[in-house]
Protein backbone atom coordinates (compact mmCIF):
# COMPACT_ATOMS: atom_id res chain seq x y z
CA UNK A 1 0.00 0.00 0.00
CA UNK A 2 1.53 3.61 -1.14
CA UNK A 3 2.60 5.66 1.83
CA UNK A 4 2.15 9.65 2.19
CA UNK A 5 -1.03 9.66 0.80
CA UNK A 6 -1.94 13.33 -0.75
CA UNK A 7 -5.13 14.84 0.80
CA UNK A 8 -6.68 14.87 -3.11
CA UNK A 9 -6.17 11.15 -2.80
CA UNK A 10 -8.92 10.75 0.28
CA UNK A 11 -11.67 8.22 -0.66
CA UNK A 12 -15.01 9.67 -0.51
CA UNK A 13 -18.79 8.42 -1.64
CA UNK A 14 -21.01 11.07 -3.48
CA UNK A 15 -22.59 12.68 -0.82
CA UNK A 16 -19.27 14.40 0.01
CA UNK A 17 -19.01 17.87 -1.39
CA UNK A 18 -15.34 18.68 -1.29
CA UNK A 19 -13.74 22.49 -0.57
CA UNK A 20 -10.52 23.89 -0.75
CA UNK A 21 -9.06 25.71 1.72
CA UNK A 22 -8.68 28.85 -0.54
CA UNK A 23 -12.16 28.19 -1.23
CA UNK A 24 -13.48 28.42 2.47
CA UNK A 25 -11.53 31.69 4.18
CA UNK A 26 -12.21 33.60 0.57
CA UNK A 27 -15.96 33.39 0.58
CA UNK A 28 -17.55 36.30 2.48
CA UNK A 29 -20.50 33.60 3.39
CA UNK A 30 -18.30 32.36 5.89
CA UNK A 31 -17.69 36.02 7.43
CA UNK A 32 -20.86 36.76 9.53
CA UNK A 33 -21.75 40.11 10.05
CA UNK A 34 -23.79 42.39 12.49
CA UNK A 35 -26.34 44.40 10.81
CA UNK A 36 -24.61 47.63 10.78
CA UNK A 37 -21.85 45.51 8.40
CA UNK A 38 -19.12 44.68 11.64
CA UNK A 39 -17.69 41.50 11.12
CA UNK A 40 -18.60 38.87 13.60
CA UNK A 41 -16.31 36.15 14.79
CA UNK A 42 -19.20 33.65 14.27
CA UNK A 43 -22.05 32.36 16.16
CA UNK A 44 -22.42 32.20 19.84
CA UNK A 45 -24.21 28.39 20.72
CA UNK A 46 -26.60 30.24 23.27
CA UNK A 47 -30.54 29.04 23.67
CA UNK A 48 -32.06 32.17 23.10
CA UNK A 49 -30.08 33.11 19.31
CA UNK A 50 -32.37 32.27 17.07
CA UNK A 51 -29.66 31.18 14.54
CA UNK A 52 -27.87 29.04 17.35
CA UNK A 53 -29.61 25.62 15.84
CA UNK A 54 -28.23 26.35 11.99
CA UNK A 55 -24.90 27.32 13.53
CA UNK A 56 -25.01 24.13 15.55
CA UNK A 57 -25.54 21.69 12.96
CA UNK A 58 -22.77 23.33 10.60
CA UNK A 59 -20.70 22.61 13.07
CA UNK A 60 -21.40 19.07 14.26
CA UNK A 61 -21.49 18.21 10.16
CA UNK A 62 -17.70 19.81 11.01
CA UNK A 63 -16.81 17.23 13.34
CA UNK A 64 -18.08 14.50 11.74
CA UNK A 65 -15.96 15.37 8.53
CA UNK A 66 -13.18 15.91 10.88
CA UNK A 67 -13.51 12.62 13.00
CA UNK A 68 -12.94 10.94 9.54
CA UNK A 69 -9.51 12.50 8.56
CA UNK A 70 -8.58 12.11 12.26
CA UNK A 71 -8.82 8.62 11.88
CA UNK A 72 -7.41 8.56 8.71
CA UNK A 73 -4.71 10.83 9.84
CA UNK A 74 -3.54 8.42 12.79
CA UNK A 75 -4.10 5.20 10.31
CA UNK A 76 -1.43 7.13 7.90
CA UNK A 77 0.66 7.69 10.98
CA UNK A 78 0.75 3.68 11.78
CA UNK A 79 2.02 2.94 8.44
CA UNK A 80 3.71 5.69 6.64
CA UNK A 81 6.66 5.00 9.21
CA UNK A 82 9.06 2.17 9.81
CA UNK A 83 9.29 1.78 13.52
CA UNK A 84 12.35 3.27 14.75
CA UNK A 85 13.61 5.80 16.67
CA UNK A 86 11.43 8.41 15.04
CA UNK A 87 8.30 6.09 15.42
CA UNK A 88 8.76 3.81 18.47
CA UNK A 89 7.01 0.47 18.11
CA UNK A 90 4.62 2.32 21.45
CA UNK A 91 3.87 5.67 19.42
CA UNK A 92 2.22 3.37 16.49
CA UNK A 93 0.31 1.45 19.28
CA UNK A 94 -1.00 5.06 20.52
CA UNK A 95 -1.99 6.06 16.75
CA UNK A 96 -3.80 2.57 17.24
CA UNK A 97 -5.78 2.53 19.80
CA UNK A 98 -6.58 6.68 18.42
CA UNK A 99 -8.24 5.03 15.20
CA UNK A 100 -10.09 3.25 17.25
CA UNK A 101 -11.58 6.29 19.12
CA UNK A 102 -11.82 8.28 16.24
CA UNK A 103 -13.97 5.58 14.28
CA UNK A 104 -16.65 5.28 17.40
CA UNK A 105 -16.64 9.40 17.19
CA UNK A 106 -17.31 8.76 13.27
CA UNK A 107 -20.35 6.98 14.23
CA UNK A 108 -20.70 8.66 17.22
CA UNK A 109 -21.25 11.99 14.72
CA UNK A 110 -23.45 11.27 11.73
CA UNK A 111 -26.09 9.93 14.53
CA UNK A 112 -26.14 13.06 16.62
CA UNK A 113 -26.21 15.01 12.90
CA UNK A 114 -29.06 13.17 12.55
CA UNK A 115 -30.65 13.63 15.92
CA UNK A 116 -29.92 17.47 14.94
CA UNK A 117 -31.62 17.18 11.63
CA UNK A 118 -28.83 17.61 9.08
CA UNK A 119 -27.51 14.60 7.01
CA UNK A 120 -23.80 14.15 5.16
CA UNK A 121 -23.35 16.23 2.09
CA UNK A 122 -25.62 19.34 3.77
CA UNK A 123 -22.12 21.21 4.60
CA UNK A 124 -18.95 21.36 2.53
CA UNK A 125 -15.78 19.36 3.67
CA UNK A 126 -12.34 20.50 3.59
CA UNK A 127 -9.60 18.55 4.75
CA UNK A 128 -7.10 20.66 5.92
CA UNK A 129 -7.04 18.19 8.93
CA UNK A 130 -5.44 15.23 7.08
CA UNK A 131 -3.00 17.86 5.22
CA UNK A 132 -1.45 18.83 8.39
CA UNK A 133 -1.09 15.00 8.65
CA UNK A 134 0.25 15.04 5.86
CA UNK A 135 3.86 16.55 6.65
CA UNK A 136 6.23 13.90 6.33
CA UNK A 137 7.96 14.41 10.13
CA UNK A 138 6.50 12.54 12.89
CA UNK A 139 6.97 14.39 15.43
CA UNK A 140 5.64 17.62 13.41
CA UNK A 141 2.89 15.40 12.26
CA UNK A 142 1.74 14.63 15.93
CA UNK A 143 2.16 18.66 17.02
CA UNK A 144 -0.21 19.75 13.99
CA UNK A 145 -2.79 17.02 14.37
CA UNK A 146 -2.86 15.91 17.92
CA UNK A 147 -1.97 18.77 19.90
CA UNK A 148 -3.38 22.22 17.15
CA UNK A 149 -6.10 19.54 15.63
CA UNK A 150 -7.08 17.73 18.71
CA UNK A 151 -6.73 20.92 21.06
CA UNK A 152 -9.48 22.23 19.05
CA UNK A 153 -11.80 19.55 19.10
CA UNK A 154 -11.16 19.76 22.82
CA UNK A 155 -12.66 23.68 22.70
CA UNK A 156 -15.70 22.66 20.30
CA UNK A 157 -16.86 19.47 22.02
CA UNK A 158 -16.42 21.34 25.42
CA UNK A 159 -18.54 24.39 23.40
CA UNK A 160 -21.08 21.67 22.00
CA UNK A 161 -21.31 20.24 25.59
CA UNK A 162 -22.35 23.01 26.82
CA UNK A 163 -24.80 23.91 24.43
CA UNK A 164 -26.40 20.30 24.81
CA UNK A 165 -26.91 21.28 28.72
CA UNK A 166 -28.17 24.65 28.14
CA UNK A 167 -30.69 23.35 25.53
CA UNK A 168 -31.83 20.58 27.84
CA UNK A 169 -30.68 17.65 25.26
CA UNK A 170 -28.91 15.09 27.02
CA UNK A 171 -28.15 13.18 24.37
CA UNK A 172 -25.86 15.62 22.83
CA UNK A 173 -24.94 16.89 25.83
CA UNK A 174 -23.45 13.22 27.08
CA UNK A 175 -21.69 12.34 23.21
CA UNK A 176 -19.90 15.39 23.17
CA UNK A 177 -19.00 14.89 27.24
CA UNK A 178 -17.51 11.05 26.22
CA UNK A 179 -15.91 12.11 22.65
CA UNK A 180 -14.27 15.09 24.81
CA UNK A 181 -12.94 12.55 27.17
CA UNK A 182 -10.80 10.87 24.54
CA UNK A 183 -9.67 14.10 22.63
CA UNK A 184 -7.69 15.44 26.35
CA UNK A 185 -6.53 11.73 25.73
CA UNK A 186 -5.21 12.14 22.19
CA UNK A 187 -4.21 15.92 23.11
CA UNK A 188 -1.77 14.26 26.02
CA UNK A 189 -0.33 11.36 24.04
CA UNK A 190 0.85 14.37 21.61
CA UNK A 191 2.30 16.47 24.14
CA UNK A 192 3.85 13.70 25.81
CA UNK A 193 5.66 11.88 22.41
CA UNK A 194 6.42 15.58 21.43
CA UNK A 195 8.66 15.51 24.68
CA UNK A 196 10.18 12.36 24.47
CA UNK A 197 11.00 12.48 20.46
CA UNK A 198 12.78 15.95 20.69
CA UNK A 199 14.44 15.26 24.25
CA UNK A 200 17.80 15.35 22.82
CA UNK A 201 16.47 17.48 19.53
CA UNK A 202 15.90 20.86 20.55
CA UNK A 203 15.88 22.23 16.75
CA UNK A 204 13.21 20.04 15.93
CA UNK A 205 11.30 20.14 18.83
CA UNK A 206 11.31 24.31 18.14
CA UNK A 207 10.21 23.78 14.67
CA UNK A 208 7.59 21.14 15.55
CA UNK A 209 6.22 23.58 18.22
CA UNK A 210 6.37 26.52 15.32
CA UNK A 211 4.26 24.54 13.00
CA UNK A 212 1.64 23.57 15.96
CA UNK A 213 1.69 27.92 15.88
CA UNK A 214 0.77 27.81 12.27
CA UNK A 215 -1.89 25.35 12.72
CA UNK A 216 -2.80 26.93 15.75
CA UNK A 217 -3.22 30.77 14.42
CA UNK A 218 -5.24 28.99 11.22
CA UNK A 219 -7.52 27.12 13.43
CA UNK A 220 -8.34 30.88 15.35
CA UNK A 221 -10.42 31.57 12.40
CA UNK A 222 -10.14 35.07 12.63
CA UNK A 223 -11.28 34.81 16.59
CA UNK A 224 -13.71 32.06 15.93
CA UNK A 225 -12.02 30.30 18.81
CA UNK A 226 -10.11 32.43 21.37
CA UNK A 227 -10.66 33.86 24.65
CA UNK A 228 -12.83 37.03 23.95
CA UNK A 229 -16.34 37.57 25.22
CA UNK A 230 -17.85 37.09 21.78
CA UNK A 231 -16.09 34.22 20.65
CA UNK A 232 -17.77 31.47 19.43
CA UNK A 233 -15.56 28.98 20.73
CA UNK A 234 -13.63 28.87 24.04
CA UNK A 235 -10.39 27.87 25.48
CA UNK A 236 -11.07 25.41 27.18
CA UNK A 237 -8.40 25.75 29.27
CA UNK A 238 -9.04 23.36 32.24
CA UNK A 239 -9.28 20.55 29.80
CA UNK A 240 -6.19 21.35 28.35
CA UNK A 241 -3.97 21.69 31.01
CA UNK A 242 -5.31 18.02 31.58
CA UNK A 243 -3.96 17.53 27.95
CA UNK A 244 -0.38 18.36 28.78
CA UNK A 245 -0.65 22.26 28.21
CA UNK A 246 0.87 24.29 30.19
CA UNK A 247 -0.46 27.60 30.99
CA UNK A 248 2.39 29.90 28.79
CA UNK A 249 1.14 27.46 26.11
CA UNK A 250 -2.25 28.44 26.42
CA UNK A 251 -2.07 32.33 26.83
CA UNK A 252 -0.14 31.70 23.78
CA UNK A 253 -2.90 30.20 21.53
CA UNK A 254 -5.01 32.72 23.05
CA UNK A 255 -2.84 35.31 21.47
CA UNK A 256 -2.60 33.77 18.40
CA UNK A 257 -6.38 34.03 18.66
CA UNK A 258 -6.05 37.39 19.22
CA UNK A 259 -3.69 38.37 15.90
CA UNK A 260 -5.81 36.06 13.75
CA UNK A 261 -9.10 38.20 14.43
CA UNK A 262 -7.18 41.54 14.38
CA UNK A 263 -6.05 40.31 10.94
CA UNK A 264 -9.27 39.22 9.85
CA UNK A 265 -10.90 42.89 10.72
CA UNK A 266 -8.25 44.72 8.99
CA UNK A 267 -9.33 43.17 5.34
Known amino acids: MKRHMQATELARDERFVRLSTEDRFSDPRQVPREPGGKRRPGVQLKPERHESPDA ?40 ARQCWDEARHCEIS ?33 TGVNRALEGLAIDVFNTMRDYGQATDDPVLEFCEDWMLADEVTHVKMGSDWLRRLTADAPERRARALEFQRVVDKLFSAGGFRGDEDDSPVKLARRFREMAGFTTDEVDEISELSRQARAEADAR
Do not use: S
Open 56 to 95: ARAMMHAIFTGEIQALEGAGRTCWDFEVGPDAPFELKLDM
Open 110 to 142: VKLGDWMGTEVGEYAENVILFEAACNPDPVLRL
